[in-house]
């Protein structure tokens, strides 16, 4: 048995030790002269394990000789390769067992109180380890302040009628005593009461009650009649401080245990009030940038799906468990030019406010990059350098503040998707991100077969996209990894149960997600979750018309004429006039400027209509303000007037000048 530690007395809430001199080598009797102690907790230690066992360790207490002596508490960890000891300080020989079993008690509080990082069921781990020999009786009321989030109107010692929320409490007979405030209800305490005047003085108060003291120990009828019936005679009201605030008390009391409270039991009970404040306290932190996290991750993320005739779309967002916290999973739908639809779906690796606050320069990025019509390889190679810019970026950022360590280390997934309802092609791309699930009209599932690329953040490596040609009415299923990698679950079994529930392409996707989430994630993930489903449609060809034009100025006359009589055969007489003025400037622009072939296409959708001018040259134009006495320069300008909205979109073989009118949006 080793030990060259002694425990000194510093008021943090831990035990901790401060070396005194070299005692490598010595028995643990050796600390006090306790032969018996050491014997019997060496033959409790396990034997045979290793470092990483678990279960209850054995404790153990003993005295050093003398008229006053010292009780210590050993904690044995597995091996009997180290030992950690708490002093009780001097204790009379006549309440040595006493000091040793409340020193036993305290110190099991440390390993049995804070195992989570939840308030309430930390309460509750107080109560009950309270209720096992110590009281008969626990009840935890914590302030409803802390517990509605409102952390900055916290008063060191809240004074006057506060209130309160019972958040834990036990008995050692089932239903009794009852209780007079239901589990979860707000209450407030007089404030003459010994709980009201714990929480204004911060201080734990021992009282025996009865009948003089019954009226002052609460005005509630209901609470007297409780104490007269069970016969509740002594009490222990402790604060439960932490950090120099009072986050609320806890009492305890006995009715069954004829022996009543003593001064000395005030302290446990205050030790205890004091570890389990601690614990609250840290779930409470921890909670509120929990909860900052996931409503950032939230805020980022789309409110309200677009709605573009292209796809029918469905999506969910489920945050990591409480110790994950919310991390840096995004989905996206993004309209793109003629009623084209970008679907986007990433993961940034890590959780909380980093991560959160990653992915939305990462969706920033995404939305910024679709906007100027770039293919899905090019989107992804411009987001690696993006994620290894903010990357570099954050790692100055580490060198100057400590508290942002580790920030630079970026890393993200991301699959990138643009399905065009005209030609039914869907070009796919991916970073190191798990496939989709494509279902055929026909109820038939498969993981599409795409090139994968490196994850975002790696740099210097290229992407590759695929074309996968879809069925009208084709289900897509876009996911992040924590899906399917469930802490003790086969992933290629859970991406198989997944393919199967996906086959009946009959279910509305909104139930689609519902059903997924509730199969693959009974309980909550260990890493957080997006899935975007969407079901292609289709463009008839009695929505698309498209001309040739040829080398000629005298040929725009005759397009313009034929867009006209097309506008009518749709009912978009309205729109037919300023139409005919973006088609001027446009074709006679791409005849004069570009490169032969010219070729116009208007293209219908439930909500807009587009217009596109393609021609063979890559040179885009780019609008600039004319000066008075300019001739040109005034013809983008005057489109951009018109429109909702304009752009170029380049292509293998030259470019292509779009517009977009808005139907459903009334007449100025």
Known sequence: MRADLLPWGADTGWTTFAPV???????????????????????????????????????????????????????????????????????????????????AMVYEASLRIGNTLDVFHTA??????STEEFADYVIVDLLEQLLSGDEDVLDPAPAGSVVLRRTAQRSVLDGCPEAVVALGDKHTYPTGSPPGRTLATGHGFLQQVNEATLDWWSASPERQA??????????????LRARGVTLGLAMFCRHRTAAPYEADDLGVAEELARRAAVCVDNARRYTRERATAVMLQRSLLPGTLAAPTAVEAAARYRPAGSRSGAGGDWYDVIPLSGARVALVVGDVVGHGLRAAAAMGRLRAAVRTLADIDLPPDEVLTRL??????????????????????????MSATCLYAVYDPV???????????????????????VFADLPVGPPLGIGGL??????????????????????????????????ETMRALLTTVERPLEETCDL????????????DVALLLVRTRALSADRVASWDVFDDPAEVATVRKNAVEQLDAWGLEEAGFTMELVISELVTNAIRHGRQPVRLRLIRDDASLFCEVYDGSS???????????????????????LTDRWGTRQTGTGKIIWTEQDLTAPEP
């Open 21 to 103: 001199r070299d005692r490598t080598g010595e028995r643990l009797d050796a600390l006090w002269c306790a032969e018996p102690l050491a014997t019997e907790a060496e033959a409790e230690a396990p034997r045979g394990g290793t470092g990483a066992d678990t279960g209850e360790l054995p404790t153990a207490s003993a005295s050093a000789p003398g008229p006053a002596a010292h009780c210590w508490a050993v904690r044995l960890v597995p091996q009997g390769a180290a030992a950690q000891l708490s002093d009780a300080g001097a204790v009379p020989p006549e309440q040595d067992h006493g000091s040793r079993r409340r020193l």
């Open 226 to 239: 409780v104490v007269r019936e069970y016969g509740i005679h002594s009490a222990l009201v402790v604060p």
């Open 423 to 445: 030609s039914r092609n869907c070009w796919t791309a991916s970073a190191g991100h798990p496939p989709p699930v494509v279902v055929t009209p026909e109820g038939e599932a």
């Open 516 to 527: 997924l989430l509730r199969t693959l994630l009974p309980s909550p993930p260990a890493d």
């Open 619 to 641: 040179a885009a134009p780019h609008l600039r303000r004319a000066r008075v006495w300019d001739e040109g320069g005034r013809g983008l300008l005057l489109v951009a007037q």
């Open 384 to 409: 690696d350098d993006v994620i290894t810019r903010l990357g570099r970026e954050a790692a100055v950022s580490d060198s100057v503040d400590p508290e942002q360590q580790g920030f630079g280390e």
């Open 124 to 129: 509750d781990e107080l109560a009950l380890m």
């Open 462 to 495: 290229p992407f590759e996209a695929a074309d996968l040609r879809l069925a009208e009415g084709s289900v897509l299923a876009f996911y992040t990894d924590g899906l399917v990698k469930a802490p003790g679950a086969d992933v290629d079994s859970a991406m």
